[in-house]
């Protein structure tokens, strides 16, 4: 066993198969655990624009220096050498020459001290317990281990693919880089996770706020962009294993031979990094580009037309994913426009991807073209998709947003959660940051999707479950498709994201993907550890702010329920008097409903019933505002503005506190900002305190705008303390924001 190991280890090393690129220059910050006080006095940390993201691999204190380079004198591969696997040897190189400021360890045979990359195909002589542990791991799942082989001790990082074995070397690097023992072993709970990219061709981001899309459509397939590679790796140390590549509301052209090859380029790219491919279908694309006559799905050539399609894009692109589509919803083309089912759209494609294990994504974000004025957007997905439970092909995966209305600061969960027992759901979560103040305002959203996927659908019963999360991962039947989809906030801003703290919650997306059931909070930790250093000091108030944010932008923009209040199209700054658009399911009055006589959206039996789209359980519960958290009140109740709440203020009174709340922690943020000022980079810091300030006054806006709008419909005094407005509601009413980025 030991010689055969030996040996394929030597074929290995003779062949050239472990990679040696050339490792990043040494970092030369200052020891990431500096003792806080010396980093309080002293501004030695260089400047970073945010360029590398949590991956800036910063040199560890002296001590840890110490013992990660015990960990890792020598990297030995003993798996199959693939590009992959090439790109696992490169990041650890990289990362440990700038955590231990040192040369990146190179190839050697086994010894003590080596840092080992293994398959169990590969080294048939790992131990039966660990090999038994690995079956359990599928192909992306991996083992860290401090262990003896042949007699050697050894850091070693064992999975089925190389694949396994990239995630484990990231997860490996992060354990040094924020300094706790590493996972034993690890393993995705959900199979697709995948960023969704509104990125049109032109480059323009429907919804982006960090410049232009990355991917330069203009310029592939000959000119492909280093920055691809930096976000392959990115994504790959959170285990994101897909990406669609252009917008939801796409085009038909994407799907021409031109951009399925610039398509192919960028996947050639992140192939190495276990991401594949996908992109967004415009339902009615042969139709448009005049190849058919029709688009209606149960066409046979139409169907032809697909299957053609299909079996082109594999050519160029054996691994590609699938398809994501948004069909029949805001103007875009679909099935219905036939009077076929979504069911039958989406089989009609998958049927064409099928041969290849291609998928569809369909989403489920839909509400009528002509609404009836007496019902209600929120219950429109689940009227549409709940009676085709059971009818997708087993190719097909619903797409659903978390809340039934759109990404709003608060949305309970969508209804359609554990209600489609038969049919593969996935999750889709908005990373940009479309409703919650662009990447102007830090909101991190690690607690937004925690609270989602924590959420009890009570389908068992009160207290019960299955959580939404337990949903995801395919509740008490195993699912064929299971799946996470978050849309991205990236673009060609120096720094990613636009604002650095958004940094987190993409990171905090990929996360949840692998582990739909991890913390918030401890997520926020590894983030803040890895981007701004191991001073506990800044570790901890950077935790503390991105733990606070979220609750803190509800406050000042939606409190206690309230929803859908933005500025028209842009969805900035607050609009809560907008009553003239030409829907009325798109103004922010059809939401809240304020009146003389109260406030709040009644989703109960007494008004639109929304609420018995929900178990029994949970309907029962909400139907009483006495049982309903305070945080859902006005979005299933319509209350008098008297209402008593339970902290014993009155409905009204308890909206002011919350507007005040959510300013006051607006500036909480950004004095604990500035209280770091010395102890993070200048640069960062400078740029992080610009966004505080605008934080501030987007607050503020809100807070003064809303208070002076639903004061005018109650006509209810301030009580004491509550400080007036300072302008009239007209002058709010007036100020607008055309040229607002990032819409539609
Ligand atoms: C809304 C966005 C719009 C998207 C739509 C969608 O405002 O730009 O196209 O969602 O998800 O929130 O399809």
């Known amino acids: 066993m030991h010689t055969s190991f030996a040996n394929a280890l030597a074929a290995l090393l003779l062949a050239g198969a472990i990679g040696l690129a050339a490792a990043a220059p040494a970092a030369s910050a200052a020891p990431a655990g500096a003792p806080a006080t010396a980093a309080r006095t002293q501004h030695t940390a260089p400047d970073e624009d945010g360029y590398k993201l949590w991956l800036r691999y910063q040199a560890l204190a002296p001590a840890a220096q110490e013992r990660l380079q015990a960990q890792a004198r020598s990297i030995v591969l003993a798996a199959a050498a693939t590009p992959t696997t090439s790109a696992a040897i490169a990041e650890l190189q990289r990362g440990l020459a700038g955590m231990t400021g040192t040369a990146p360890p190179q190839a050697s045979a086994l010894a003590d001290g080596a840092l080992v990359l293994a398959t169990p195909a590969s080294m048939p002589s790992l131990d039966a317990a660990l090999k038994a542990e690995l079956a359990q791991l599928g192909q992306e799942g991996y083992l860290l281990r401090a262990t003896r082989l042949q007699g050697r001790a050894v850091t070693l990082i064992a999975a089925n693919a190389d694949t396994g074995l990239l995630y484990g070397a990231f997860a490996w690097l992060r354990a040094a880089a924020t300094g706790v023992a590493p996972e034993a072993r690890s393993a995705p709970g959900l199979q697709l996770r995948l960023l969704n990219h509104w990125d049109n061709l032109d480059r323009h981001v429907e919804r982006g706020y960090a410049g232009a899309s990355i991917w330069d459509w203009w310029a592939l397939p000959e000119i492909v962009d280093s920055r691809y590679t930096d976000y392959a790796r990115a994504n790959a140390s959170l285990g994101i294993n897909?990406?669609?590549?252009?917008?939801?509301?796409?085009?038909?052209?994407?799907?021409?031979?031109?951009?399925?090859?610039?398509?192919?380029?960028?996947?050639?790219?992140?192939?190495?990094?276990?991401?594949?491919?996908?992109?967004?279908?415009?339902?009615?694309?042969?139709?448009?580009?005049?190849?058919?006559?029709?688009?209606?799905?149960?066409?046979p050539a139409v169907q032809a037309w697909w299957k053609n399609k299909a079996d082109e894009i594999y050519r160029a692109i054996p691994d590609f994913g699938g398809f994501l589509v948004k069909?029949?919803?805001?103007?875009?083309?679909?099935?219905?426009?036939?009077?076929?089912?979504?069911a039958d759209g989406a089989n009609m494609l998958a049927a064409a991807l099928a041969p290849h294990h291609g998928i569809v994504m369909w989403r489920a974000f839909v509400y009528a073209p002509h609404p009836d004025p007496k019902t209600d957007r929120a219950r429109q997905a689940y009227e549409e998709f709940k009676p085709l439970d059971g009818k997708f092909a087993s190719n097909v995966i619903v797409q659903v947003k978390n809340g039934a209305i759109d990404f709003q600061p608060r949305e309970p969960f969508h209804p359609l959660f554990g209600a489609m027992p038969h049919t593969p759901l996935m999750m889709e979560f908005q990373i940009t940051k479309e409703y919650l103040g662009f990447s102007t305002d830090i909101a991190y959203l690690g607690t937004l999707f925690s609270?989602?996927?924590?959420?009890?659908?009570?389908?068992?019963?009160?207290?019960?479950?299955?959580t939404v999360a337990q949903v995801l991962e395919g509740g008490d039947a195993p699912r064929q498709l299971t799946g996470m989809a978050g849309v991205a906030n990236i673009g060609v801003d120096r720094n990613w994201t636009g604002h650095h703290f958004d940094q987190a919650n993409w990171y905090a997306f990929g996360r949840l993907a692998w582990n739909p059931q991890a913390s918030a909070q401890h997520i926020a930790k590894e983030w803040a550890a890895q981007t701004f250093g191991n001073d506990d000091r800044v570790q901890q108030q950077v935790v503390q702010m991105l733990m606070m944010s979220r609750e803190t932008v509800v406050d000042y923009m939606t409190p206690l329920g309230l929803h859908h209040l933005m500025g028209t199209a842009h969805h900035h700054g607050p609009a809560p008097w907008v009553n003239d658009l030409e829907r009325p399911d798109w103004n922010p009055v059809y939401y809240h409903r304020a009146a003389r006589d109260g406030i709040g959206f009644d989703r109960t039996a007494s008004g639109t019933n929304a609420l018995d789209q929900y178990a029994p359980a949970l309907a029962r519960l909400y139907a009483d505002p006495r049982t309903t958290p305070d945080r859902y009140l006005l979005w299933f109740h319509h209350l008098p503005w008297t209402y008593t709440m339970a902290s014993g203020r009155t409905l009204w009174a308890e909206l002011l506190w919350h507007y005040d709340r959510g300013v006051a922690g607006a500036r909480d943020l950004q004095a604990r900002w500035e209280a770091l000022r010395g102890a993070v980079d200048a640069r960062r810091h400078a740029e992080v305190a610009q966004r505080l300030r605008r934080q501030?006054?987007?607050a503020e806006l809100w807070r003064n705008a809303c208070i002076a709008y639903f004061q005018?419909?109650?006509?209810?005094?301030?009580?004491?303390?509550?400080?007036?407005?300072?302008?009239?509601?007209?002058?709010?009413?007036?100020?607008?924001?055309p040229y607002a980025p990032g819409r539609g």
């Open 242 to 299: 897909g990406t669609v590549l252009n917008n939801v509301n796409a085009k038909p052209e994407v799907l021409t031979a031109a951009y399925i090859a610039k398509a192919a380029a960028v996947a050639d790219v992140l192939r190495p990094y276990g991401i594949r491919v996908f992109l967004s279908a415009r339902f009615s694309t042969p139709l448009e580009l005049k190849e058919t006559d029709t688009a209606d799905p149960l066409a």
């Open 327 to 342: 069909a029949n919803s805001e103007g875009q083309p679909g099935p219905q426009d036939y009077h076929r089912s979504h």
């Open 451 to 466: 609270e989602v996927l924590d959420s009890d659908t009570m389908q068992r019963g009160q207290g019960k479950g299955p």
């Open 696 to 698: 501030v006054i987007n």
């Open 712 to 737: 005018s419909v109650s006509g209810l005094p301030l009580p004491p303390g509550v400080a007036p407005p300072p302008q009239s509601l007209d002058a709010y009413k007036a100020i607008h924001f």
